[in-house]
Every structure is written in C-alpha cells, then in structure tokens.
C-alpha cells in the first residue's frame, strides 16, 4: 500500500514552485497548480523517473458557479510502473462571453488520450484547449448553441437547436417533431 503523505512530499518535491496547494481527500492526492503550467506539470509528473505518470485516466471540467475562478480543470493521471495515482487541477477564469471561451494549453502534446477529453470539454463546458490538432464538437452538433454542461445553460425546455431547415424547404422542423 502506498504511504499518501509520502507520494505527497514526493510529487510537491518534484514540482517545486509550480505548486500552489496540495492535499489527501477520500484517499486521493490532489494537487492544485496555476492554469499556465498545465502542461509543464503534466510533463513534469509523466517524465519524472520516481513517479512516471504514463497514463492519463481522464480528464474533465468542473463549472463551480458562482465561484471565481468559475472552472476547475481536472486531470487524473496513473503510473503503470509504480500502481499509484495524483489528481492535478487547475482553476480556469470565466470569459463571460460566449465569443472569446476561457482558454487552457491543450495536454495532447504529454498525452494522446487527452485529445477525446479536450474535445468533450470543449463540446460541453465550452472551454478552449490552445493548440489542440482537432478541437470541434464530439458529441453535439456544429450547429448546437452553447455549452450544455454550463450551469446557466437552460433546462426549462427552451429550444437552443434548430433541427435541419424548415419544413417549407424539405427539412425537419423542431416542431415537427414535438420538440
């Protein structure tokens, strides 16, 4: 079983300044680091022959409005070598607008497997990732208005999509079909 206090030291070691807080939750790590680091600390945690974090297990978004910073970046990373994990977070400042999205280096250049991830965040929470090879919606339609995992995204049933053209043009209405 790994001693978390000493995984602790380990990694806040390994990271120097980059760190601004670090703490055990319900068995976890956790370490939270500036937005403009992101990347350097997953570098960092995945190069670092002690700890060898290899595999980002996911990663996600946190929208903790009415906070401010309003997002929380969120990365969970593994070691094969070692069997022992770390929680990296990042809080990410609203733009408040839905022009100009709040902005994080993209972590597909430290790990494949974050380009799916990005995607889905981008998709969703409508955050941008710089530098992603391929950042466009995944999961809804390029023609969806907004981001439905925002907490100030309506869910009273009001239509933020329209379905196709009208039905005077041959497509499908929302309508039309009870929406």
Known sequence: MIDLQEH?????????GLVEQSWIQN????VQVPVEANLQVLVKLRDEP?????????MTAVD????VPRFDVVYELFSTEYKHRVRVKCQLADSNSLDEL??????????LAANWHERECYD???IRFAEHPDL???LLPEQWDGHPLRKEYPFDGKRTWNLGCNVEQGGLAAE????
């Open 50 to 58: 002690q700890l060898r974090f290899d595999v980002l297990t996911y």
């Open 64 to 67: 903790c409005y009415p906070r």
């Open 136 to 138: 466009r919606r995944i």
């Open 8 to 16: 602790q030291s380990l990694v806040n070691t390994v990271l120097g």
């Open 102 to 111: 709040p902005t994080i280096d993209s972590a597909c250049e430290a790990y």
């Open 176 to 179: 039309s079909l009870g929406l």
């Open 27 to 30: 068995g976890a790590l956790i």
């Open 124 to 126: 969703l929470m409508g």
